[in-house]
């Protein structure tokens, strides 16, 4: 009799040392792809957020060109250009809300940063600010720069760990610029 509470007692532990085994397995296998579901979404909003800051300030290079400030192919100029920056602003801070809700504090905090170079730029064209071309581009590099830091946040928020290289270390963008050539 006491042979077969043991045999019993070992099929018990066995069953439950077996559910627990399978229960955690399945529970880290969940963990896993939640996390890289969540990682999928923050690329989506990062991406979408650099895309939205390149073409609102795209349209503002743009509208600096037509005001001189600028060297560009295809300056804007007047309500058509006022109205393409507004839209494109629209867009931006729709793509910023996804960066708040999936976003690291670090890279949110680079996020606000990069937008506030950005209305710098806004304000040269809507002439909310005065300024020479100089003043323009000093303001369109302190933006880039800005944007470089909101990439590297983005990057480690990701654990991407291939290597960045700041646009002021980059020697193609130090060369000559091809325009010159």
Do not use: C, N
Request: aromatic share 10%; glycine share 10%.
């Amino acid at each position: 009799m006491s042979g077969e509470l043991f045999a019993l007692a070992g099929v018990l532990v066995g069953a439950a040392a077996s559910y627990v085994g399978g229960a955690l397995t399945e529970r880290s296998r969940w963990r896993r792809q939640l996390s890289t579901r969540w990682d999928e979404r923050r690329l989506e909003a990062y991406l979408r957020y650099a895309d939205s800051i390149k073409r609102f300030t795209s349209v503002a290079g743009r509208l600096a060109a037509g005001k001189g400030l600028f060297d560009l192919p295809q300056p804007l100029t007047g309500e058509v250009g006022l109205e393409r920056l507004a839209e494109a602003e629209l867009e931006r801070g729709y793509a910023f809300e996804a960066v708040l809700l999936m976003g690291d504090a670090g890279t949110i905090s680079a996020a606000r940063t990069l937008q506030r170079h950005a209305w710098v730029l806004e304000q040269f064209v809507r002439d909310m600010r005065s300024g020479t071309a100089e003043d323009w581009t000093r303001a369109f590099r302190q933006f880039q720069e800005k944007r470089d830091e909101y990439y590297i946040a983005a990057r480690g928020s990701l654990g991407v760990q291939a290597a960045f290289r700041l646009r002021g270390e980059d020697p193609v963008i130090l060369g000559q610029d091809p325009r010159q050539l």
